[in-house]
């Protein structure tokens, strides 16, 4: 039996729409978990809640909890970690982020010791290190003209259709126990994007200090132009591009 955490999220939604079969969703409010899949209550700052909703499942998906603070996100990962032992859970796949092998500080120190405390815990696992969803960072068309502050550098973003798609296949899969994935999606720039679209780019200083200027910033820095062959070998096809998913958005609208 497979179980998936953080089920009425984004991106646990999207799992639970691509697995079949034997699953229990785990959710802090059962009420919002999709009709048809067997819910169970499960809070990360509630031990026991974890262990009862672990009973009898093989293989787990620990979707990373959204908390802010990382002191407190890393003892709810270890509380689903635990619990997952004490429950005789065999295999545990997390959802990770990029560089939290290497990188213990900052936006991946939770992950980082995630990480750690699954190797430490004994269970069998696969890490799935993901890269920033792509839907923060789609491109705007504002008076014909697509402009952003990432002075053309790439981007590896992936959306969570994929990202989903690839973490059922490796919860279900064989050969995946032991690894850890560096997930990248396809290298893109806002330049190139507007060019494939036949729209005007334009080049602009942030509006405003805030998260997508941080994020820019690292954007502009390089800090997202890794590329790995990770994604597109767990799905067993490329991963969805920015332009693909803007040709399709216009076609709907
Ligand atoms: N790669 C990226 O760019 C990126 C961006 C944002 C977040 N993330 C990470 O990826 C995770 C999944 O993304 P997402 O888009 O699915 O996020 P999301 O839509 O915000 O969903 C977060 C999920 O975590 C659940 N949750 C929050 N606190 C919990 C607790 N104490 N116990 C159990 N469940 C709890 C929420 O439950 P409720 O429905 O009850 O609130 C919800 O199901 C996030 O949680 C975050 O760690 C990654």
Known sequence: MYAVTAATGHLGR??????KGD??????????????????????????????????????LLISSPELDAARRTA??????????????????????????????????A????EQAIFAGGLAYTILRNPFYG??????????VIRSSTGGRGLNTAFREDLAQAAANALTGEGHLGRAY???????????????????????PDAEPGPMAWLNGMVRAGALERQTGDLESLLGRPAETVVERLTTLRGIF
């Open 76 to 109: 709810q990962h270890r509380n689903a970690i635990d619990a997952a032992v004490a429950a005789g859970v065999t295999a545990v796949v997390y959802t990770s982020f990029l560089d939290a092998d290497t990188v213990a500080t900052g936006m991946t120190e």
């Open 14 to 19: 999207l799992v639970l729409d691509r697995l």
């Open 182 to 204: 560096d997930l990248t999606g396809p290298l893109w720039t806002y330049p190139q994007v507007a060019e494939a679209l036949g729209i005007a780019y334009e080049e602009v």
């Open 135 to 144: 839907d923060a960072f789609l491109p705007q068309v504002a008076d014909g």
């Open 23 to 60: 699953v229990v969703a785990v959710a802090r409010d059962v009420s919002r978990v999709p009709s048809g899949v067997e819910a169970r209550h499960g809070d990360y700052d509630d031990p026991n809640s974890l262990r009862a909703a672990f009973a009898g499942v093989d293989r787990l």
């Open 111 to 114: 992950h980082h010791a995630t």
